[in-house]
């Protein structure tokens, strides 16, 4: 397909049609007259040789067609968006920026929290907005990456991006402060036994794929999208939990638990931001890679962020 011989201007055009269903809405949507909708909808009927949307009693639905050029019309009208607002020179203290990460609460309560207050005092024009990473990560890798700003995410578990190193982490489990059935040090009989609160996602798939070659299975009694209400979970019970060492720390006092070291040699963590290669000469950009360079070296450290330096 040679996109010099398409209009663009249509990609808009398709990705109004098929959110809103309606012609009326999209063209007010986007600043066309209904009939320059029209236009635009008989134009890429042909183009797709599909009718794209199916009048169905009342209104209108998607092809299978049409439901099918939904995400990818969306990823590339956001990808569009951020070639054209990609800039030459970028000015942190004078501009109005929004970056958009994907990350767990537990990668945004470690490191979001000292990267945004960072910002806030070197660039207070400047947004963050932090995003849940969804389950579709590791199959749709690039086309997530190339709609936003980065990924905080460890080794193991996505490949072949560029990263900037952030810093090191490991892994502990936490137990109840009264569960009779774990003495002083945790065992793998313990861990066979117990029934365990998990995170739900892909994001420990090392961790858990560690715990595997044991032989161990977890009893997953409870699983939740939440890093941070997994010692909530766990207090009061007899159940187990895999956590972050960093994250265990800043939770400390937060639930009556006893933070347990792995009865093995569990893999490190290397967390990483995780970013599109379109991003490479946005000066935008490499400002944040360079400031999320620069806040990784004080949580590393264990060293507050003052100013956007390393106090």
């Not at 249509?10 to 009326?24: F, G, K, M």
């Not at 029209?38 to 797709?48: D, E, G, Q, V």
């Not at 994907?102 to 990668?107: E, K, N």
Request: charged fraction near 20%; proline fraction near 5%; hydrophobic fraction near 45%.
């Amino acid at each position: 397909m040679n996109l010099a011989s398409l209009d663009l201007n249509l990609v808009v055009a398709l990705r109004a049609l098929l959110q809103e269903r309606n012609v009326t809405r999209a063209g007010q949507r986007i600043g066309l007259s209904q009939p320059a909708m029209s236009a635009a909808l008989a134009r890429l009927r042909r183009h797709f040789d599909d009718d794209l949307l199916a009048r169905v009693g009342g209104g209108y639905e998607l092809t299978a067609l049409g439901q099918a050029l939904l995400d990818r019309t969306t990823t590339a009208c956001d990808l569009l968006e951020r070639v054209f607002a990609t800039q030459a020179e970028f000015d942190p203290s004078r501009e109005e920026h929004e970056f958009t990460l994907i990350a767990s609460d537990y990668a945004v309560a470690v490191f979001g929290a000292e990267l945004a207050r960072a910002v806030q005092t070197e660039a207070p024009g400047i947004r963050l907005r932090f995003k849940q990473v969804p389950n579709e990560i590791i199959d749709s890798t690039g086309s997530l990456l190339s709609t936003v700003d980065g990924l905080l995410l460890p080794h193991g578990i996505i490949r072949g991006f560029p990263t900037v190193e952030l810093y090191q982490d490991s892994w502990v489990f936490l137990v109840a402060d009264d569960n009779p059935e774990v003495g002083e040090q945790l065992t793998l009989d313990d861990l066979a036994r117990l029934s365990w609160v998990t995170y739900q996602r892909a994001y420990d798939a090392p961790a858990a794929r560690q715990i595997a070659t044991l032989g161990i299975e977890p009893r997953v009694a409870v699983s939740v999208d939440s890093f941070q209400l997994m010692p909530l979970l766990v207090a009061g019970t007899r159940r187990v939990a895999l956590l972050q060492r960093r994250l265990a720390d800043e939770l400390d006092g937060l639930a009556h638990v006893r933070v347990m070291e792995p009865p093995y040699d569990a893999v490190p963590i290397q967390q990483a931001l995780w970013w599109h290669p379109v991003h490479m000469h946005d000066a935008a950009h490499m400002w944040l890679r360079e400031t999320t360079a620069r806040v990784a070296e004080a949580v590393e450290a264990g060293r507050p962020t003052i100013s956007g330096q390393p106090s």
